[in-house]
């Protein structure tokens, strides 16, 4: 059974950073693709982030790239998020997927608050 485990989210301050984490199971990480969506209230599914399954082509949307990291390990089975300059609009429910682009299984998700 295909499991992603979302953590370390939480409230932070316009300019503050959080690093999410996605826990995989079930199956073989190192041969899969994986991204970040995030959902904010009120909106539909937005990708913010890819990887190639061996590393280390990375891929973003405009509207994160230069603040927004995305990494993995492939020993540990764990997908990373390194967000910086966190912004207002980036209050949303992150999670990670099973393929690029953000439309594979996803977990539970984690909530993130940017907010004064």
């Known amino acids: 059974e295909v499991q992603l485990v979302e953590s370390g989210g939480g409230l932070v301050q316009p300019g503050g950073s959080l690093r999410l984490s996605c826990a995989a199971s079930?199956?073989?990480?190192?041969?899969?693709?994986m991204s970040w969506v995030r959902q904010a209230p009120g909106k539909g599914l937005e990708w913010v982030s890819g990887?190639?399954?061996?590393?280390?082509?990375?891929y973003y949307p405009d509207s994160v790239k230069g603040r927004f990291t995305i990494s993995r390990d492939n020993v540990k089975n764990m997908l990373y998020l390194q967000m910086n300059s966190l912004k207002t609009e980036d209050t949303a429910v992150y999670y990670c997927?099973?393929?690029?682009?953000?439309?594979?299984?996803r977990g539970q998700g984690t909530q993130v608050t940017v907010s004064s």
């Open positions: 997927a099973r393929n690029l682009m953000g439309t594979g299984e």
């Open positions: 079930g199956f073989i990480f190192s041969r899969y693709d």
């Open positions: 990887i190639a399954s061996g590393g280390p082509h990375t």
